[in-house]
């Protein structure tokens, strides 16, 4: 007999005959394969009911028995056969987490009830010490690390470890840790602060916390400070490299090679961070204590189109404020040539108590003298269209900030190169040495119109519409989820200035012409204003620089106001440099630079006017 296969070709009779064997075959493995599993299973259910049954009846002896005998099972294969003991040693888990669960509720009823073990809890601990003894010997461990921690009372352990040392042969164990409770109690401090530097992230401090115990102590103390030593070691390799790899991309060399220094004594053999360290300190020089005043060079926006701030009609009295692009260049390059090193305004404000200030000492390269570059009122309002000045910022994919502006003819551009911040990032970048630790500059910021170019409040879009009908402009109008969508676009810009070097200071909400002039209500209202709009999305502030120079004297109750929110560094306008301490603040004037300034003082100290003047402005001069 011939049979066809589903193409319609004959199969053989033998063929067939074949194939069904070979599933009758399969079919009997199968079956078979089942039969032992389930075999298998129903024996291991029974072993465990049994011995279940015996502690429950307190026939110890019976279940120490069962656990033996599978224990033997395992230790009687051979090491081929060891590989598949994979059900004996399940059965093995199973009875010592049964035991473990009754060692636990009577150690926690000894601690938490003052609990006397029972006769039946000692022939228990005492019959099954193959498994509870390394229970009870951990238990008797995780206590002194709690009392070394400060989470358990001395009397509480001490009264544990009277309960359970005269069971079987716990005192081996109890006895020696007992002998140290009084020793563990004074290292309870030190190992208290290197946990809460662990707990903070602070990992070199917590491992130098850790190795002075470790020297000061032996026995249990020096066990546990060596074995926390490796756990932090093993957290805080890869988190404190990646900090470090970021610092020197960002030019921070200066605390680059400190942590460095530190994680190379800590991993003396790795060559990751050896070859770190040798780039940081390929960029740091001795540096030294410098005493004196700190110059504040302030500017505005940058003219980046000259032909429309000097040509247009509508371009006024407002180009008094500003320089250009080319002249802030030459500035940099001028303050560069003349040992000038950017630094940061917070360096001499100690600000770690909030009823006080410590007057901070500043380090410096030798040979270097310090500069602070702010950037005052960038606001970008309707104000300055047709100023040839930008109106917004952007960020690009590398974390970069661009600057745009639109020209006379409407072509919008974008780039690096048409404001102060893009200018002085790639300057630092070509020249490091130019900044101490990869400080940028400050920008002070108000809360009028916008924040970046973007409007990030309702109050802000309507001082754009009145800003907008003054003007005779088009009609300005922004939805709910637009003026949302610019706050998570502030916020990335703000995130990528501070990672970049920048930092911020409030400019008041209103830009007030006078802060001096208003009251103390209307101080309050500004301030609360900039926290819940602007603050909120630049991150922490401390600095504030009053428009036009016209500050509160640091006594007044407005300016202790302005301290309780956190405002403690103020930026006043002067001629030359001026810094000052007062009572739980510090006083800085900023120097501005302007076309005006340029034209009537002398910066002599810090550049030369003659090579930093853009020519434009002698065709605007004809």
Known sequence: MNLRDGSGHAVSDKG??????????????VGICFYVITTRQEERESTIDEFKACMASGDYSRAIEIYRSVQDDVISKSPEEAANAEYELNMLE?????????VEKICSSIRYERYVPSSSDVEFLEQMQEITSSLVSAKFNELCEEFLLGTIEKPDIIFVFDQLSPISNYSATAGPLLREIDYIETAKGDVRNAEEAFAGKDYISAVKSYRKVLNSYEGF????????ISEIKEVMYEPLIGECEHMLEKYKYYSAEKVLSDMAEIFPEDDIINNALLEATSNTVETTEYKGKIPVLCVRNLICDTDTAF????????????ITVNEFSAILEELYANDYILVDP????????????????LTIPVGKKPVIIMIDNLTYGLATVGDGVCNKLTLNDKGEILSEYTTADGEVRSGREYEAIGILDAFVSRHPDFSFDGVKGTIAVSGFESVFGYVVSRNQADYRQKASESMGLDPVSYTDDEISSNCKTVSNIAAALKDNGWQ????TYAFFNSAKNEKIDSIKKDTKLWLDEIGVLLGEVHMISYPNGNYIPGSDERAEYLKSKGFRVYFGTGTEPYTTYGYNYLYYDRIMVSSWTLSKYNFKAFFDKSKIMDPARKQDAQ
Do not use: W
């Open 221 to 228: 103390v020096h066990s546990y400070s060596d074995k926390r």
């Open 16 to 29: 067939y005959y074949i194939a069904a064997a070979v599933c009758a075959f399969v079919m009997i493995a």
């Open 504 to 507: 911020f200071a409030s400019n």
């Open 346 to 361: 917070l360096t001499y404000a100690g600000m770690e108590n909030e009823t006080y200030m410590v007057e901070r000492p």
């Open 311 to 322: 040509k247009r009609p509508q371009s006024g009295s407002d180009n008094d404020y500003y």
């Open 94 to 102: 199973q009875m010592e987490t049964i035991v473990g669960e009754r």
